[in-house]
């Protein structure tokens, strides 16, 4: 079935790195634009990032720019973000996301990989 | 701080109407398609509406989504208690470049 599967999540000190890895399966990857979304504990849905299908165009939120980098590998279905220069602010569960229709809209999400940031 | 204005919270009985407001600029909402999401206590969130009105496969229509201007709205009707979540919307900003949701809003079937 379509699904999307993250790993790479853990515990990481401030000013460390950690990259997350999604792979897809169950259709086309690189048919489709894919995202990077973020929910900090208790808080809303931040988006993080977005590449085009194939991979020649990234975008990111002023919050990560510098510091975080997508990527994709469409010979193997997966996503990547290299998270580096961390802080405790980027302390979230990220989500991977496959993007649908003609605007901003996502209807296949991982199942979450949980990233903290703390000494 | 969201630059999308969601209502924190909204309510309504069971089997009754309620709509969500999500108020934007030019530069997001005026000018690119919203969608709706519906995010359950530990779940990821579920895509209800996209592209401002049209909903995926399987969303049943007691769902609906409006954009008019700078804001977008989005309607449920028939409430049950299995709707009380957190719903957000989301839109590209074209100034910015990149991504946005709404602060999102919960709803309480009473």
């Known amino acids: 079935q379509v699904q999307l599967v993250e790993s790479g999540g853990g515990l990481v000190k401030p000013g460390g790195s950690l990259r997350l890895s999604c792979a897809a399966s169950?259709?086309?990857?690189?048919?489709?634009?894919m995202s990077w979304i973020r929910q900090a504990p208790g808080k809303g849905l931040e988006w993080v990032s977005c590449?085009?299908?194939?991979?020649?165009?990234?975008y990111y939120a002023d919050s990560v720019k510098g510091r975080f980098t997508i990527s994709r590998d469409n010979a193997k279905n997966s996503l990547y973000l290299q998270m580096n220069s961390l802080r405790a602010e980027d302390t979230a569960v990220y989500y991977c996301?496959?993007?649908w229709g003609s605007g901003f809209a996502f209807d296949i999400w991982g199942q979450e990989a949980m990233v903290t940031v703390s000494s | 701080q969201s630059v999308l204005t969601q209502p924190p919270s909204v309510s309504a009985a069971p089997g009754q109407k309620v709509t969500i407001s999500c108020s934007g600029s030019?530069?997001?909402?005026?000018?690119?398609?919203v969608s709706w999401y519906q995010q359950l206590p530990g779940t990821a969130p579920k895509l209800l509406i996209y592209?401002?009105?049209k909903r995926p496969s399987g969303i049943p229509d007691r769902f609906s989504g409006s954009k008019s201007g700078t804001s977008a709205t989005l309607g449920i009707t028939g409430l049950q208690t299995g709707d009380e979540a957190d719903y957000y919307c989301?839109?590209?900003?074209?100034?910015?470049?990149?991504?946005?949701f709404g602060g999102g809003t919960k709803l309480t079937v009473l």
């Open positions: 989301g839109t590209w900003d074209s100034s910015l470049s990149g991504g946005m």
């Open positions: 030019s530069s997001n909402i005026g000018n690119n398609y």
């Open positions: 592209d401002n009105n």
């Open positions: 169950g259709f086309i990857f690189s048919d489709y634009y």
């Open positions: 590449t085009t299908s194939g991979g020649s165009n990234m």
């Open positions: 996301a496959r993007h």
